[in-house]
């Protein structure tokens, strides 16, 4: 029977979720060039709303109709009786409304890291296959009938793996694939790209971590009375995680660098937030302090290791805060996952700090590992099927004069009242901007 107060509850959430990607949007403008800010605007809002057709179309179906160990099923445009099906609070179309925004995420986290040098088109592209396809299957593995995954014990309570660890392994190959903005790496040096905007970065974090509070505990779509206590568990333990994420990032940059790091000030609480994201349901408050703040030690090492010893470009540090985070939130349930009675009925399992043994962890890490890598595996085949047909990365000049005037002809958005400058990083030197008529002519 559908309730109507947790349907009302189940839309609010999603509209929530929907508005995070202004948060997306915002902090990828700040921290990119400003002759990009617009396609940045352009990608996350492309982005939604091809999840919104694609996902509707085939994603739910592929995601939730059947009970196929790693498939789901054919369901053109949603028609199945998903409530049903699941023993829903919420009605069939509520339910595919959200699963829609929640699938709207991944290529939000993938696209931060392609910016500035990624072919539009073949963005679109990626798009469409990641969310009809990639990330609907590996949901289905983990939250969708008779998914291998969930028949082990795997817990991921709203995405921690399925969005943001498969997210972020997709960004991951992406950038790799892609190559580096040009000056971005000088003889093995890694060079500062500065972001343009701190506050339209730091507003892009506000409004993620609002959002987040919504896109966690959307996740409960039954109306169980209990369900109402998990609901102020999770609202607790994101502003513990995002609040031990936010202090352990000011103070280990201030070590780190000798002062406190803007950027790495954005970054961290939403890696405590992704971390939190796989066990909010399950692990105390307390707990969720400690995996906020070591989620930020994660992320600020790991967005060091992938720029400076790997190599990939990675412009918003998506890699460092939803692959490496992702990751480690979902290895935190099997250390801190504390049941009530009720859950543990239901088949979840102790963490291994609360006698549980080994047999948790053991089940995430080989889930988080499965679902990193078919996410990262299938697109990678996507991306280099794109490089060598319709081109994955745009020309040098497009690049150059920027993507805004290059993909869209967007003059407007280049703030002409302002003597327009390149940036070279490699020789600290400042150029004019290259012809903006002669790159339209290409």
């Known amino acids: 029977m559908t309730d109507t107060v947790l349907t009302l509850w189940v839309l609010i959430g999603s509209a929530m979720i929907l508005f995070m990607h202004s948060g997306f949007a915002m902090i990828e403008a ?70 829609a925004c929640f699938a709207s995420t991944v290529p939000a986290i993938v696209g931060g890291a392609l910016l500035e040098r990624a072919n539009f088109k073949a963005t679109l592209i990626a798009s469409c296959l990641m969310t009809g396809i990639v990330y609907p299957v590996a949901g289905h593995w983990v939250w969708g009938s008779g998914g291998w995954l969930a028949e082990w ?77 998990i609901a102020g568990k999770v609202f607790m333990n994101n502003t513990l995680a995002a609040s031990g994420g936010t202090m352990v990032g000011l103070f280990l940059s ?26 909010c349901d399950i692990v105390e408050p307390w707990a969720a302090a400690v995996i906020g703040g070591l989620a930020a030690i994660v992320m600020i090492f790991a967005i060091d290791f992938v720029d400076k010893i790997l190599k990939v470009d990675d412009p918003v540090g998506a890699v460092g805060v939803h692959c490496f985070c992702g990751a480690f939130g979902s290895l935190c349930t099997g250390l801190w996952a504390n049941p009530t009675a009720a859950q543990m009925e239901a088949g979840m399992l102790q963490g291994l700090f609360y006698g549980g043994g ?21 697109m990678a085949v996507v991306y280099f099927v794109l490089k060598f047909t319709i081109g994955l990365r745009a020309r040098r000049e497009e690049e150059e004069a920027g993507m805004d005037i290059a993909s869209f002809g967007m003059k407007e958005t280049c703030y002409p009242e302002y003597m327009q400058v390149e940036i070279n990083p490699s020789e600290d030197a400042f150029t004019p901007v290259v012809n903006f008529n002669e790159v339209k002519k290409h």
């Not at 780190?256 to 954005?266: A, E, F, L, R, S």
């Not at 961290?268 to 939190?276: F, Q, R």
Request: net charge neutral; aromatic share 14%; proline share 3%.
């Open 30 to 99: 700040g921290f990119v060039r400003v002759k990009n800010v617009g396609t940045v605007m352009i990608n996350n809002l492309t982005d939604f709303a091809i999840c919104g057709l694609i996902f509707w179309a085939f994603g739910m179906g592929f995601m939730f109709n059947g009970d196929s160990a790693f498939f789901g099923g054919w369901d053109f445009v949603a028609q199945a009786d998903y409530q049903g099906m699941y023993g829903l609070g919420v009605s069939s179309i509520s339910y595919t409304v959200l699963q």
């Open 153 to 229: 014990g795997f817990h991921d309570y709203a995405g921690g793996a399925v969005v943001h660890g498969i997210g972020g392994a997709i960004a991951f190959v992406g950038a790799a694939i892609l190559g580096p903005r040009i000056g971005k790496y000088t003889n093995g040096k890694s060079n500062a790209m500065p972001a343009h905007n701190m506050g339209l970065a730091a507003l892009g974090t506000f409004i993620l971590w609002f959002g987040w509070y919504f896109f966690n505990a959307s996740a409960i779509t039954s109306s169980d009375p209990a369900q109402a206590d």
């Open 254 to 279: 201030w070590i780190k660098d000798g002062k406190p790091n803007v950027g790495t000030m954005m970054n961290a609480p939403l890696a405590g937030l992704v971390a939190i994201t796989s066990c």
């Open 358 to 378: 080994g047999a948790s962890l053991g089940i995430q890490a080989v889930g988080v590992l499965a679902i990193m890598a078919w996410g990262a595996g299938t």
